[in-house]
């Protein structure tokens, strides 16, 4: 007979995405399971940190894989690659400097 798991699944909007991609985190065993369903990609951990640095590292590789084979890319490859590629551009702005910032590090780097 088949023991029975309680598995206590939480889901999250991916940061970045403007809610079109969803990660999934979920404890399995003694083992963290972080997944995007949009996508159909998993990430194994043996914490919930290492899982979803796993899963985001995958992520930015899956989408390089895409970006760079965009000619061949069948129907379904398209949707994921314009799914990726909005998270992409999010993060890329979020990491990018204001002008305002760009001023105050040229002020300091000025005075030295």
């Known amino acids: 007979m088949r023991q029975v798991r309680?598995?206590?699944?939480?889901?999250?909007?991916?940061?970045?995405?403007?809610?079109?991609?969803?990660?999934?985190?979920k404890q399995v065993g003694e083992r963290t399971v972080a997944l995007v369903p949009e996508l159909g990609l998993h990430c194994y951990g043996s914490s919930q940190t290492e899982a979803v640095f796993r899963l985001f590292t995958i992520l930015l590789k899956y989408y390089r894989q895409l970006h760079s084979h965009q000619i061949r890319l069948n129907e379904k490859g398209k949707e994921h690659l314009k799914l990726l590629s909005v998270w992409v551009e999010g993060i890329e702005s979020r990491m990018k400097m204001s002008s305002d910032e760009r001023q105050i590090l040229s002020i300091v780097g000025a005075k030295h």
């Open 6 to 25: 309680k598995t206590h699944v939480s889901e999250v909007a991916l940061p970045w995405s403007d809610g079109l991609l969803s990660a999934r985190i």
